[in-house]
């Protein structure tokens, strides 16, 4: 019987935690039924829990096409042999055994039917996703301002990318350019902006500041972007108009979260096999989708809405002493999608960080 079969190390996939698993096994030391090593062993039957646990993380089951008359996804054959080893003998006594945990005594049915064919699918950190939609519910319905439901969801998530990804946060040296752009009505306007650039294409002051994407109404922040283009594409001037754009230095070192780079979030050092690895895969992948969400573009009559989520995650960043930000480094949502250009992004310089030398001019 394939359940009472003894398999070594060297026999699978190079596998840290299989290995570990082997080395705790109070019978590694019984011969291993497929080849002629010496290495320790574990039994089959532990084996198939552990690829049946496997599967049910990181896989949902192949529907059959009637039209096309196949199965979408790889054969079982295909997943043992990608995930586990790629001995056919090991492989047909690995599949007789999951066959046997899949078949339902009552109902005399599989639980992935006669011919299993797979697809990888993980369901993104239930968890996690629901404690989010909640939060931004009650963010959007209830409790705005000293909502405990954002901040714990947000040192859930910030947290974890802090700890694990320290590549997101990246510095930003004195003399970098960023540009902002304008958009004025008449050459007039035009004119007397460009005798005074520094108040004119500053932040506005809290008074005249509307509300943004990372930011509510009255706080003043800077807007701007990494190219001449972008910033001029940003500000969505409409047809006869004029835009400005002016360029800034940075005086000092600015630290950001870099949320462009977070699609390249990948989990290393730990084995498909362990739950670690799961529960990291999951964030990790959570955190590359909700970057995508806050820089999707919003039609304009629905700014204040969607951008509440947004704005709740600057406040948190902005004055969140772990991480001692001074903005955010996203991509564009007005940038074409064949630009793929990674130096065309936005910036965002919170309230703390924003002040332009010689701004008070405006005053005068």
């Known amino acids: ?89 090991i492989i047909n006594d690995l599949a007789e055994l999951l066959d046997e945990l899949w078949f339902d005594w009552s109902s005399h049915e599989r639980t992935y039917g006669d011919e299993p064919h797979f697809v990888e699918a993980v369901t993104i950190s239930g968890n996690l996703s629901r404690k989010w939609n909640s939060m931004e519910r009650k963010l959007r319905e209830s409790n705005r301002f000293f909502n405990m439901d954002a901040m714990a969801t947000f040192e859930e998530v ?98 950001l979260l870099d949320l462009s780079s977070l699609r390249g979030l990948a989990v290393n050092g730990f084995s498909r096999f362990d739950p670690e690895y799961l529960l990291r895969y999951e964030r990790s992948s959570f955190i590359k989708n909700l970057s995508r969400k806050l820089v999707m573009p919003v039609v304009p009559e629905l700014e204040e809405a969607n951008y509440l989520l947004t704005q709740a995650i600057a406040d948190y960043l902005s004055t ?5 930000l001074d903005g955010i480094l996203f991509s564009s949502a007005q940038k074409p999608k064949e630009n793929t250009d990674p130096s065309v992004r936005n910036i965002i310089l919170f309230h703390k960080s924003s002040g332009v030398l010689n701004a008070d001019r405006r005053f005068r």
């Open 158 to 255: 910030f947290g974890y990318l802090h700890e694990n990804h320290p590549s997101a946060f990246i510095d930003f040296e004195p003399n970098t350019s960023i540009f902002r752009g304008r958009i004025f009505q008449s050459e007039e306007a035009l004119e007397a902006a460009l005798r005074m650039p520094e108040s004119s294409f500053g932040p506005p002051p809290p008074e005249l500041t509307p509300s943004g994407r990372m930011n509510a109404r009255g706080i003043s922040v800077f807007y701007g972007a990494t190219s001449k283009k972008n910033a001029i594409s940003e500000v969505r001037p409409p047809v006869g108009s004029y835009v400005a754009v002016a360029e800034f230095a940075l005086l000092r070192t600015v630290r």
């Open 1 to 89: 019987m394939p359940g009472s079969k003894r398999i070594c190390r060297q026999c699978l996939n190079d596998d840290r935690y299989l290995n570990n698993i082997i080395a705790s096994d109070p019978d590694a030391s019984e011969a291993c039924d497929y080849c002629d090593s010496e290495e320790m062993t574990m039994s089959m039957e532990t084996l198939a829990e552990k690829v049946n646990w496997l599967i049910e993380n990181y896989y949902r089951g192949g529907e059959y096409n009637h039209y096309l008359e196949e199965y979408e996804g790889e054969p079982l054959f295909s997943v043992l042999e990608q995930e586990v080893t790629v001995n056919d003998n």
């Open 320 to 324: 969140s002493e772990r991480y001692d």
